[in-house]
């Protein structure tokens, strides 16, 4: 995992589906050719968070499994 200050260009952010309309507390990740970037959706100028796609399909997996239903 590295952290970066900004993107190398202009990435597209999304929210999770499940932040329904919570604006308070909510991450924002955006995929690029080489990384996924996550960062705090109330600071969007802020620091960045980038990890390997393979890193975030793991993530993404192990959320699904503990999730119940």
């Keep these: 995992m590295s952290t970066c200050r900004t993107a190398t260009h202009s990435p597209v952010w999304f929210k999770s589906s499940y932040s329904g309309g919570n604006e308070t507390e909510c991450v924002e990740v955006a995929l690029t050719d080489d990384d996924v970037l996550i960062r705090d959706s109330k600071r969007p100028r802020g620091a960045l968070v980038a990890v390997r796609p393979e890193a ?4 993404l997996a192990g959320i699904h499994r503990a ?3």
């Design 56 to 59: 975030w399909d793991g993530f």
């Design 67 to 69: 999730t119940p239903g």
